[in-house]
Structure formats: structure tokens, C-alpha cells
């Protein structure tokens, strides 16, 4: 039991690369997200599953896009990467319903040059 | 607007004392709910603790206890008896409804270093 899991871990991408950061649980759960790690920041919301077919918008989602590939896989992919998003990110699912605990995978540190 | 407020940036405490993480927030909702999280140095995050609106008593999970007070709207986090392995990044954090949808809303987070 993997629980949540995110490749890759370390990314360094020019500006304009694009790049697609992936996401994986096997936990059954319902809900996924995606936040974003600043320094002095705290974690922010860029978009959120509710369930598999469904994804929407949180409060940073500029410059992204999101895939909820199936119950398991919720991708997060820069089309044109920028430095303002040189962060750490960290993928993150909840069983949904009246359970709220979240439950964090290791992180992704990407570097955008 | 729904905030989490950590006022400490840094905290010291020696081995085997009690020490308190302070959180405030911020909300009109009636059902909400707090969370505290650990980020060591290797970056994940580690759930704690959890304390619903409508929970009369305080949480406790092990050496971790959550000082629920709702007229004040706080929610610190007490570590008893602290750990070496207790230093590292706490983090407060909202559960918030938006859209009919649960979502998690953190404050900026407290460092915490542990020393014998």
C-alpha cells in the first residue's frame, strides 16, 4: 500500500517547456487535489477532483491544467512553465464525503530557469 | 474571507518540555473543521490531529493535543513532552466548504526546533 505517490521528484525545466507531473493513489479515494508550496506561503490550492470525471478550479490555477485520468491518476501539467512557478508541489486525496483528512504524497521540486 | 493566522514564524523548546503552536482563524461557516499537519526537513506532510466545530472536547492523539476554543477562534496545537524528532514545520489548516465541495484552506506555518 503505496499511498499517495507523485514522479518526478525533481524537475528543472526552461521557460516555456512544458511538462506534465503525475499523481497517483491507491487508497480508493474519492478526492484529489494539487497545491503549491512557496516559501513563507503555506500551501495553496491550484485545482481539486471531486470524484473521477470532475475537476475544478482552486485559488492559484494560472498556467495550469489538470487530468483525472481515473480514480487513481490526477495529472498536473505546465504548458509553458515560468519561473513564478518554481515551487514545490504536492498532489494530495481525501476517501471524500465525511472524511476530511488529506493524505499528502512526497512532493515534486520543480526549478523553472 | 476564510484565513489561518500563525503568528509564530519559529519556536524553541528543550527536550521532554511542553510546548504551544498558536492558530487562529478566520470564517461564517458554522461547520468547519481544524487540522494540524508536520512537515519535516524530507518535505512530506503528516497529519496530526483534527478537531470538528461541533466536537465538544478537545482532541488528543498521543503527545498531541488541540486547544479548541471557539469564541476565540483558535486552535493551537500542544506537543507534551517534546521529542528531537518533533523538529520541524507545523502546519494549521481549515476545512472549508466551496461549491458544495470540502477543500483545505493552511496558514503560513510555525518552525519548531527541538533541543536536548
Known amino acids: 500500500n503505496a499511498g499517495v505517490t507523485q514522479t518526478p521528484k525533481f524537475q528543472v525545466l526552461k521557460t516555456g517547456q512544458s511538462m506534465t507531473l503525475q499523481c497517483a493513489q491507491d487508497?480508493?479515494?474519492?478526492?484529489m487535489y494539487w497545491y503549491r508550496q512557496d516559501p513563507g506561503m503555506g500551501l495553496r490550492l491550484i485545482y481539486y477532483?471531486?470524484?473521477?470525471?470532475?475537476?475544478d478550479k482552486g485559488e492559484v490555477p494560472n498556467g495550469y491544467n489538470v487530468s483525472r485520468l481515473n480514480k487513481r491518476e490526477f495529472s498536473l501539467r505546465l504548458e509553458s512553465a515560468a519561473p513564478s512557478q518554481t515551487s514545490v508541489y504536492f498532489c494530495?486525496?481525501?476517501?471524500?464525503?465525511?472524511?476530511?483528512?488529506?493524505?499528502f504524497g512526497p512532493g515534486t521540486r520543480l526549478t523553472v530557469t | 474571507a476564510q484565513k489561518i493566522t500563525q503568528t509564530q514564524p519559529g519556536m524553541f523548546v528543550q527536550e521532554k518540555e511542553a510546548v504551544t503552536l498558536d492558530c487562529t482563524y478566520d470564517?461564517?461557516?458554522?461547520?468547519?473543521?481544524l487540522f494540524w499537519y508536520k512537515q519535516p526537513s524530507s518535505g512530506e506532510m503528516i497529519f496530526l490531529i483534527y478537531?470538528?466545530?461541533?466536537?465538544?472536547q478537545n482532541a488528543t492523539e498521543g503527545r498531541y493535543s488541540l486547544n479548541f476554543q471557539k469564541a476565540r477562534k483558535s486552535a493551537n496545537l500542544v506537543i507534551s513532552a517534546s521529542q528531537l524528532g518533533d523538529s520541524a514545520m507545523y502546519f494549521c489548516?481549515?476545512?472549508?466548504?466551496?461549491?458544495?465541495?470540502?477543500?483545505?484552506?493552511f496558514g503560513t506555518g510555525t518552525r519548531l526546533l527541538v533541543s536536548p
Open positions: 494530495a486525496s481525501s476517501p471524500g464525503g465525511t472524511s476530511y483528512e488529506q493524505y
Open positions: 470564517t461564517s461557516d458554522q461547520s468547519y473543521g
Open positions: 487508497m480508493n479515494h474519492n478526492s
Open positions: 477532483s471531486a470524484s473521477e470525471g470532475t475537476t
Open positions: 489548516a481549515m476545512r472549508v466548504m466551496n461549491t458544495g465541495f470540502q477543500k483545505l484552506v
Open positions: 478537531q470538528g466545530s461541533y466536537d465538544e
